[in-house]
């Protein structure tokens, strides 16, 4: 398997990943559940492992279509500007919440612990539809 396989068995798991990381945390305010907060904190951080991977098979992936009919050098630049900042984005966000797993992983996550993750996984989910 080459990396542009990678890339292409790979690169929607972190675009339904941010959707389920919505839904995680939003679940896991509502219901008031600390287990609940930490799966969707260590959801996150592997969705945020599997987005750098994709982002790094991209070089490759691209190299395998740009010269193919109807691929455009502009297409091809928006997308990855767009992966970029988006990668960024959930490493970031990735990061945060294994930290916060961490401090939490022994003790009860507090509630707002839940929002903000709410609130990371719609920014991040944002920029996966963009």
Not at 52 to 58: D, K, L, N
């Given at each position: 398997m080459s990396t542009v396989h990678l890339h292409l068995l790979l690169n929607h798991i972190p675009v339904v990943g941010s959707l389920l990381i919505v839904v995680l945390f939003a679940a896991a305010f509502l219901l008031k559940?600390?287990?609940?907060?930490?799966?969707?904190?260590?959801?996150?951080?592997?969705?945020?492992?599997?987005?750098?991977?994709?982002?790094?098979?991209?070089?490759?992936?691209?190299?395998?279509?740009?010269?193919?009919?109807?691929?455009?050098?502009?297409?091809?630049?928006?997308h990855e500007e767009a992966a970029e900042l988006t990668t960024i984005a959930i490493g970031i966000f990735g990061v945060l919440s294994a930290l916060a797993l961490l401090i939490v992983r022994s003790r009860r996550a507090p509630r707002w612990l839940a929002l903000a993750g709410l609130i990371g996984g719609v920014a991040v989910s944002g920029l996966m539809a963009w």
């Open positions: 559940e600390t287990v609940s907060t930490k799966f969707a904190l260590a959801f996150t951080a592997g969705i945020a492992v599997v987005a750098v991977i994709v982002y790094f098979t991209g070089g490759a992936a691209e190299d395998a279509v740009e010269n193919l009919a109807g691929v455009s050098e502009r297409a091809i630049s928006n």
